[in-house]
Structures are given as structure tokens and as C-alpha cells.
Nanobody, 112 residues
Framework: QVQLVESGGGLVQPGGSLRLSCAAS????????MNWYRQPPGKERELVAV????????NYADSVKGRFTVSRDNSKNTVYLQMNSLKPEDTAVYYCRFLNYWGKGTLVTVSS
């Protein structure tokens, strides 16, 4: 069955960096686009980044452009989200998504 497992979250100071990973299984990963979403405390889930199946096309929410980079390794069935220059407003649970399948998320807290 489809499984998406996020990892890499944690507590980081403002201005710091984190790299999130999402390990996928149960489908032909290299053929599909993948998405990263986040849900800040008390707010709705929002789309953060999208990457095409081959990795050649990416899109980002305006709030993270220039700071976040999405990438993938199709040999490892894994998609990544490199987050730099983190701000307190980036605090959220981060999820990866494929079609209507979601991981359980990983918590990122940006605080001094």
C-alpha cells in the first residue's frame, strides 16, 4: 500500500536551516509529481512546494520562494525540502502528499 514517511523536523532558531525528507513506497515514485504542504498551529493546511516526476519543474508558495528548495532522488524514492533562513512563521507540521495520500507529518518549530 502507499506509504509516505516524513522526517527531519525539529526545533531550530530563526535564520537556521533544516532538511526534511519524505520516503515513499507502494507506488511508482519516479512517474509522479510530489507535493509538500504545511499546517501552522490553528491554521489551515497550505501548499508549500511541488516537484515534477523528473525533478525538472518546481513551484513554490510565495511565502517560501528563495528560501526553500524541493528536490527528489528517484533512485531512493525520496523527496526533500531544504529550508533555509527559517522564520517563526514557518512553524508548522510539514506533510508530503501524492494524490490523496498523506504522510503523518513532521513538526518544525522555529523559535529562539
Amino acid at each position: 500500500q502507499v506509504q509516505l514517511v516524513e522526517s527531519g523536523g525539529g526545533l531550530v532558531q530563526p535564520g537556521g536551516s533544516l532538511r526534511l525528507s519524505c520516503a515513499a513506497s507502494g507506488f511508482t515514485f519516479r512517474l509522479v509529481s510530489m507535493n509538500w504542504y504545511r499546517q501552522p498551529p490553528g491554521k489551515e493546511r497550505e501548499l508549500v512546494a511541488v516537484i515534477s516526476s523528473g525533478g525538472g519543474s518546481t513551484n513554490y508558495a510565495d511565502s517560501v520562494k528563495g528560501r526553500f528548495t524541493v528536490s527528489r532522488d528517484n533512485s531512493k524514492n525520496t523527496v526533500y525540502l531544504q529550508m533555509n533562513s527559517l522564520k517563526p512563521e514557518d512553524t508548522a507540521v510539514y506533510y508530503c502528499r501524492f494524490l490523496n495520500y498523506w504522510g503523518k507529518g513532521t513538526l518544525v518549530t522555529v523559535s529562539s
